[in-house]
């Protein structure tokens, strides 16, 4: 039988009813790689009871992030935003002393129209600690976005390295004065030479909130090919965001940043490289690849360490091969899961996805479908903005070997006899690098065995259609 292949990936867009987390669950693990931040969410209870519900156990560790709880009196404006806020930055500051305050404006903010952003700068000074504003409401945004509302606020504070390079420049030219004063006429010419290279010093910064294992990975891979990796956004201190300006070149390593890319491009002035994200062997290999090659650096060794991470999953791809897989969407991962999943040998119906950026994943959607004609594999549709009811019943049409969908439908779905993956766990386990492609078929194929030892039950659909 013979596949027709569609060469161009189609789009649609349905009415965005759909289940996703709220941005503002972002806190729960940018809090944790921000070692010296703190969180304050100015919301009302709907976002508290949402945080405390979504983010389970971690509540009870003390986290270092908080409901700033609206009340009446704020939302009729008769008590005092500033007055109120400050108070709470204050007991802040004397509590846990942070490096920095991030305030998340939700959808209440919004609606009310409190003016953080213009607050944040005036209490700043008074009480002497940086604050960061982040829209990260549920009005504009899906879950994995309220990581680049944070970013792209955050890439303003980052430091200057036009600025930095001229203090550089200054302080080597007066310990080139100093050491050179007994000869007065031969000083300058050898030094300039070094102030020009350093000026025209070329450095890369990533962006993308990553567990710092793996964003430790990723750098080691980059340093095997000789290329530094100068600086993360986010760092593991506030303290220590990465020197930006217009001789920095800035790559993402996670699909939905595309605010925060475009900050640095326009605002910043960086330079940035557009790749395949690294989630899966394929698209590490790729994501490297782009990066050596806009350093002029050819790669070396990725096709064999690629070759021996798909050896090392053969028992998951004998698993996964040939079974279909549909995406409802919720994280904006999708893209290049879905493409890994395809290298796999698997068929992808659907791929559901909040919001695409096709500018910002050009690059990952080209290697999508490479990947889709290499494998002799339809290009699935890509639905932005998905219709979770219509969804149900494509997927009844469907009958997928899994979907890939948040808590909402998974119980449901298993009880009609489809297999289902939380999607939510995507976001929080490790995926990116060569290593932890391991883990990513961990988590789909953990349905799949889990049916296997079932097997013999007979219980496979348990609910009466009435
Ligand atoms: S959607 Fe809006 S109201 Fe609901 S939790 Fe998020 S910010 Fe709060």
């Avoid at 930006?244 to 491009?265: E, H, I, Q, W």
Wanted: charged residues 20%.
């Amino acid at each position: 039988m013979s596949i027709k292949i569609s060469e161009t990936p189609t789009f649609e867009c349905e009415t965005g009813n759909y289940h996703t987390f709220c941005p503002i669950s972002c806190v729960a693990w940018l809090y944790q790689k921000i070692e010296d931040s703190f969180f304050l969410v100015v919301g009302t209870k709907t976002c508290g009871y949402f945080l405390q519900n979504a983010l389970g156990v971690m509540i009870f560790a003390e986290p270092r992030y908080a409901m700033a709880e609206l009340e009446e009196g704020d939302i009729s404006a008769q008590l005092n935003d500033y007055q109120e806020l400050k108070r709470l930055c204050l007991q802040i500051k004397k509590d846990r002393n942070p490096s920095v305050i991030i305030w998340i404006g939700t959808c209440t903010t919004e609606i009310i129209k409190m003016d953080l952003e213009g607050m944040a700068p005036k209490l700043e000074n008074e009480i002497g600690i940086p604050i960061i504003v982040a829209r990260a409401n549920g009005l504009d945004y899906a879950f994995t976005q309220g990581e680049d509302t944070v970013l792209a606020a955050m890439a303003h504070r980052c430091p200057e390295q036009e600025n930095l390079i001229g203090n550089q420049q200054r302080n080597d030219k007066k310990s080139i004065e100093k050491l050179f004063s007994f000869l007065p006429i031969e000083t300058d010419k050898r030094p300039k030479q070094s102030i020009i290279n350093k000026k025209n010093r070329i450095s890369l910064v990533l962006f993308g909130s990553l567990p710092s294992t793996v964003a430790s990975q990723l750098s080691l891979e980059l340093n095997r090919q000789s290329i530094n990796v100068s600086g993360w956004l986010p760092a593991q201190r506030y303290t220590d965001l990465p020197i930006l300006g217009n001789n920095v070149y800035v790559c993402g390593v996670n699909p939905f940043l595309s605010r925060t890319a475009t900050t640095l491009m326009r605002r910043r002035k960086c330079k940035l490289i557009g790749a395949p994200f690294p989630i899966g062997p394929d698209g590490t290999r790729a994501w490297i690849e782009e990066i050596c090659s806009v350093f002029g650096i050819e790669a070396q060794g990725l096709a064999e360490r690629e070759q021996q991470i798909w050896e090392s999953l053969r028992n998951y791809l004998n698993l996964v091969h040939g079974k279909s897989v549909f995406f409802m969407g919720d994280n904006l991962l999708e893209i290049s899961l879905a493409r890994f999943l395809i290298r796999c040998g698997m068929i992808v119906y659907e791929i559901g996805i909040p919001y695409m950026d096709k500018r910002y994943q050009a690059a990952e959607l080209t290697f999508l479908q490479a990947t889709c004609k290499k494998m002799c594999i339809p290009m699935p549709r890509i639905v932005e903005k998905p219709d979770n009811y219509n969804q149900i019943q494509r997927m009844r049409e469907l009958q997928p070997d899994l979907a890939i969908t948040g808590m909402a439908h998974a119980n449901p779905l298993e009880a009609r006899g489809i297999n289902t993956k939380w999607s939510v766990e995507f976001t929080f386990a490790q995926i990116h690098g060569f290593t932890n492609a391991k883990d990513v078929l961990e988590l789909v194929t953990r349905p799949l065995r889990r049916n296997n030892n079932l097997e013999n039950l007979g219980w496979t659909d348990l609910v009466r259609e009435g």
